[in-house]
């Protein structure tokens, strides 16, 4: 229900307020120089200074053995689609610019074995926060804090507790630890650590004693979770190139679905497993335990994969950065325009942001206030969309509709193989229908689908409860998938500012994992205090909320370049709110009713009035 159009000669706001009173509004001219130079600062230099850079790069950075290589490797970097008619480049390495744009999956073994890498890292991922959902049906009982017996109140709120203990330690320690871990070990240390400890807190989980002893083990588990999923994506946006980067930042929501579903799986294949003599509840320790083994795998893997070549070159280590590129990429001249960007973008960001308190900007300048509120709005309706509720509790919830224990395993298997599944088309419908869209398409249906499964609760006991119920949950998932499930991710690292956009993209993740801890603390409780029918309509009151604050306080980033999205987040909260409320009624009309309404005046002047358009860098390793 966002709003586009053609050019108005009016500024973008006098479109929405009268004459009366037009807020005084500008797009940051600043920040907009900032972004256009960081989004190519080798632009303007001619062909012959780029080419006496590139060889002063190569002779001053140990690598004078290839100059020649670096010549043209700088030129390449400055237009990366304006080879065909540069004579400086031979018709080999035509060809393999040209295959990048016609073959775009053509790279080497080696990058995809990166991949597969970061996929099993986000399946870890996953893996880890599922394991407990079925796990939650024995341990609680056997360590006293079962929340349908004895203190009913208090072991809801300690079985909340226990479960949200991970993210917990991610909100307030290990999202804050990414930052020095991947500058004091790399990328592959700080996967290898997080990876390690993921391990060492899976099996510690399975040999505890007591609910604290579970607790003080699951976060510990944080300390494993939070900076790999900060670290993962970055690394796989620095070391590939940016034709199927942006398939990256969606592989991430997709592999951590499918590690969701394992988890069920593992809850599944342990389900039957009797107690062994001094060893009760072999199941459940069991199903905690197995998600470690994922996480062996990635630490015996990672170090066979190459470094990430920009905290390489970050280090001052330039020869081993253009050996990881050249692992990385096709032909040398590839990885010598890459190492050359990235090098200059470097020298860019440190010019640029010297003496800027980016943390503090990221709230005091208007245009960073409104994208980090708009973060925030995704990332927050995010978990309290009632997602995690389900992916946490969802054998608990079905066994309130009297659903046998294996039942309800396997109804919750259902519900991880359907979220992995359903986040496939997602990789199509973001950039089809637009971020905003599908938001603000799938949070009523999510608020729909949350109702009909709690009132499903009334229906008396039998067949007919179950079928509801299920297929509510279902239904619910089928919407999540493609809409809230990667829109919060991809839309927060595009919408910050590049200067910005690392800080920016610290503080959404933080905001995700503290609020993921609000609901996986709360649900137990609630339940108790609200049984089903009010749990699930406390979601959905809040699918509604989440409707709003898309409505008003989260702009189109779709296919925008820097400049627009300048533009975009220069309108001040107010005004765009404003436009928003009277195009409400306007696109009911028009897209509900199929009525012939007049077009509504446009509220950004994306055409014809900003001039040359810049994008985000494709050398820089930016997710």
Request: with cysteine; proline share 6%; hydrophobic share 45%.
């Amino acid at each position: 229900m966002s709003s586009g159009g053609s050019v108005d000669k009016r500024s973008p706001v006098e479109s929405v307020h009268d004459e009366k009173h037009p807020p005084p509004i500008h797009v940051d001219n600043a920040l907009s120089n900032v972004n256009a130079k960081l989004a190519n600062p080798l632009a303007g230099l001619s062909h012959e200074q780029l080419m006496d850079n590139g060889a002063e790069f190569a002779r001053t950075h140990g690598l004078g053995d290839l100059e020649e290589v670096f010549r043209k490797g700088a030129l390449a970097a400055q237009d990366p689609v304006g080879f065909e008619d540069n004579s400086h480049f031979t018709e080999e390495e035509k060809d393999i610019f040209r295959r990048e744009f016609t073959h775009r999956w053509d790279h080497p073994a080696t990058l995809y074995y990166l991949v597969i890498l970061c996929s099993v890292a986000a399946a870890v991922q996953g893996m880890d926060e599922a394991v407990i959902n079925g796990a939650n049906l024995f341990f609680a009982p056997q360590f006293n804090i079962d929340p349908n017996s004895g203190n009913k109140s208090q072991n809801q709120w300690l079985l909340g507790l226990v479960n949200s203990a991970p993210y917990l330690c991610c909100a307030i320690l290990g999202c804050w630890l990414t930052e020095p871990l991947n500058r004091w070990f790399g990328r592959r240390g700080t996967i290898f650590i997080c990876a390690l400890i993921s391990f060492v807190a899976c099996i510690w989980q399975g040999v505890t004693n007591s609910w604290p002893h579970l607790f003080v083990a699951r976060f510990f588990l944080g300390l494993g979770i939070g900076p790999k999923s900060s670290t993962v994506p970055v690394y796989a946006a620095e070391c590939t190139p940016p034709s199927i980067r942006g398939g990256l930042v969606m592989m991430w929501q997709m592999w951590t679905a499918f590690g969701i579903m394992l988890g069920y799986v593992a809850d599944l294949a342990f389900f039957k497993v009797p107690n062994k003599p001094h060893i009760t509840g072999l199941n459940w320790r069991l199903m905690l335990a197995s998600a470690g083994m994922p996480a062996l795998f990635l630490m015996a893997q990672v170090f066979f994969c190459p470094e990430s070549p920009r905290w390489l070159m970050s280090k001052g280590r330039y020869v081993d950065a253009y050996k990881s590129l050249e692992r990385l990429r096709r032909h040398p001249v590839q990885a010598a325009r890459d190492l050359y960007y990235i090098h200059v973008l470097l020298e860019a960001e440190k010019e640029l942001t010297r003496g800027r308190n980016r943390y503090v900007e990221l709230f005091t300048v208007p245009r960073n206030r409104r994208a980090t509120l708009a973060s925030f709005t995704v990332m927050f309706m995010q978990q309290f969309c009632g997602v995690n509720v389900i992916a946490y509790y969802s054998s608990t919830i079905f066994t309130e509709a009297n659903f046998t224990q294996i039942q309800a395993l396997l109804a919750s298997w259902g519900f991880g193989a359907l979220n992995f599944v359903m986040a496939l088309p997602a990789v199509y419908t973001i950039d089809t229908f637009g971020r905003r869209n599908l938001l603000l398409l799938t949070f009523p249906l999510m608020s729909l689908f949350l109702l009909m499964t709690g009132f499903a609760f009334w229906i008396p006991e039998g067949k007919g409860r179950i079928a509801v119920v299920s297929l509510g949950v279902y239904l619910f998932d089928c919407v999540y998938s493609p809409g809230e499930g990667p829109v919060p991710f991809t839309y927060s690292a595009e919408a910050f500012p590049l200067y910005i956009r690392d800080v920016g993209m610290s503080f959404a993740t933080a905001v995700t994992w503290l609020f993921n801890f609000v609901v996986a603390i709360t649900f137990p409780r609630l339940l108790g205090a609200f049984r089903p029918q009010g749990a699930f309509a406390w979601y959905a009151g809040w699918n509604i909320v989440g409707f709003f604050a898309i409505l008003l306080f989260v702009p189109e980033t779709k296919a925008l370049s820097l400049e627009e999205l300048d533009q975009v987040f220069s309108v001040p909260t107010r005004t765009h709110a404003a436009y928003q409320i009277k195009a409400l009624p306007h696109n009911i009309r028009k897209y509900i009713f199929r009525m012939k309404v007049d077009p509504l005046p446009p509220l950004y002047e994306h055409e014809g009035a900003i001039g040359e358009k810049h994008y985000a860098p494709g050398g820089a390793g930016r997710a």
